[in-house]
């Protein structure tokens, strides 16, 4: 399938769009607890599972908030309700310098390593380890003097949209596509924790691919793998998804985020999918081309001699398929058999008298 430009983008020579694999990506968040071998164990899983890239965030509590515990800085109504934001930035963030080890040992192994910077300090240390692409949070489309900051590396750019307009969208598409990015695409996103099926609005996801020519997918924080293998059968190109060793080592994102064996199984089921969207096609298989015996045709279903006239009761539209087709059981009625016709025959029309073919058949 050849590919307008402006649907399709690339990460590492890798081709993201309608009609090539989804790009899975396994987001290790706050899951590594502040242990460096656990980042590492995540990393080295998630390429076990099938996950074609690793995401980090990079921010510090303070490049993100201040440290305030006032009404304004207080978390409510989340699975985080009651801490301030700087307690809980304090406790999720990447240590950076753990960071460029980390992508090479995921680099290493055959993983892409990305992240999402939350400031400009954060998108040049990025650029220090040439990260291959950036990732957008959805709380930041409306940060534009960042998404430019972005931009300006020339690196593409995967967008969530939780929460956004779609004039905030428009906006910040029209910031990259001014910038002249080298790739975008568009993920649907509900930025809750989790998130609910029902709120979740899947058949968005063609939309933002039509309506601003990108690839598009989804950021999951649905609990479960079933809305990720939906939003592939509705085309989702990139499917992002929160992933820990366990989610019995808490930690802020630990109760939406996938284990081993599950995400293995989600990708399992996506890869599945793919496959059997396929493309427009009204091509009969080979498997398929064997089958087709079976199908209805008319036969004889009692013995008839030679001048009977052939009715309903000794000829009908049974399985298999070497008599005429069901179509011409009108053209065959009322008529006189030319010869003794064997129960089990398929009919023809030379076994019938004056019978001319209407047309095309068996």
């Known amino acids: 399938m050849v590919l307008e430009k402006a649907s399709m983008m690339e990460i590492n020579n890798r081709r993201i769009g309608s009609g090539y694999p ?25 390429k076990a599972v099938g996950a074609d890239a690793i995401k980090l965030q990079t921010y510090t509590a303070d490049t993100l908030t201040i440290r305030c ?17 700087y307690d809980l930035y304090r406790d999720a963030y990447t240590p950076w310098e753990w960071q460029p080890r980390l992508k090479e040992y995921a680099n290493s192994i055959g993983l892409d390593l990305f992240s999402t910077p939350f400031d400009d300090t954060a998108v040049k240390f990025l650029e220090e380890m040439n990260v291959p692409a950036y990732k957008i949070a959805s709380f930041e489309i409306v940060d534009l003097p960042l998404v430019t900051e972005v931009a300006r590396t020339g690196k593409p750019i995967i967008i969530s949209t939780g929460m956004a307009s779609l004039s905030e969208i428009e906006e910040v598409v029209s910031v990259i596509r001014a910038e002249g990015s080298g790739g975008l695409a568009l993920l649907k996103c509900t930025s809750s924790y989790p998130a609910l099926p029902e709120e979740m609005n899947l058949k968005t996801i063609p939309h933002l691919s039509d309506t601003f020519k990108v690839p ?16 592939v059968a509705l085309g989702a190109c990139i499917v992002e998804k929160h992933f820990t060793i366990s989610r019995e080592d ?33 091509e009969i298989t080979a498997d398929q081309e064997t089958s087709k015996v079976f199908r209805r045709s008319l036969f004889a279903v009692q013995d008839i001699k030679a001048g009977d006239i052939l009715t309903d009761q000794n000829v ?38 004056s019978s001319q073919p209407p047309g095309k058949h068996v």
């Open 216 to 231: 598009a997918g989804l950021s999951d924080h649905t609990l479960g793998s079933e809305v990720a293998v939906a939003a």
């Open 69 to 85: 515990d006032n009404e304004y800085f207080r978390i409510k109504g989340t699975i985080w309700n009651g801490r301030t934001l």
């Open 250 to 282: 808490i930690g802020p994102d630990s109760a939406f985020s996938l284990e081993p064996s599950e995400f293995k199984e989600m990708v399992k089921a996506i890869r599945t999918v793919e496959r059997a969207l396929g493309e427009i096609s009204y």
């Open 316 to 353: 009908r539209s049974i399985r298999p398929d070497h008599g005429l087709l069901p179509k011409y059981l009108k053209d065959v009625l009322g008529k006189r058999a030319r010869r003794d016709v064997a129960k089990g025959t398929p009919i023809r029309f030379e076994l019938i008298e």
């Open 22 to 46: 989804v790009y899975i990506v396994a987001e290790m968040s706050a899951n590594h607890n502040q242990s460096f071998e656990q980042a590492l164990q995540i990393i080295e899983a998630a």
